[in-house]
């Protein structure tokens, strides 16, 4: 599993349905933000795509319906 770092968190991709992937938002601090669940094996590889380019995690949703919001 990948491990992106951002300034102020990280992004922790971990095992959740076989071979579909989630991604645990943790600020610095160690604060837990949400878990970013992709819906398809291709979602999840677009998300690793723009982690891998740098993307910024703010403003994504999550896959639950709701909007990530960084308090950082």
């Known amino acids: 599993m990948k491990t992106w770092l951002r300034n102020g968190y990280k992004v922790c991709e971990k095992h959740f349905d076989f071979d579909l ?3 645990d938002i943790i600020l610095d601090n160690g604060h837990f ?3 970013i669940y992709p819906a398809t094996i291709d979602d999840m590889h677009a998300i690793i795509r723009d982690l891998d380019a740098g993307a910024d995690v703010d403003g994504w949703e999550d896959g639950n319906g709701n ?3 960084l308090s950082i």
Do not use: K, L, P
Request: hydrophobic share 45%; proline share 0%.
């Open 21 to 23: 992937h989630a991604f």
């Open 67 to 69: 909007t990530i919001r």
């Open 33 to 35: 933000i949400c878990t």
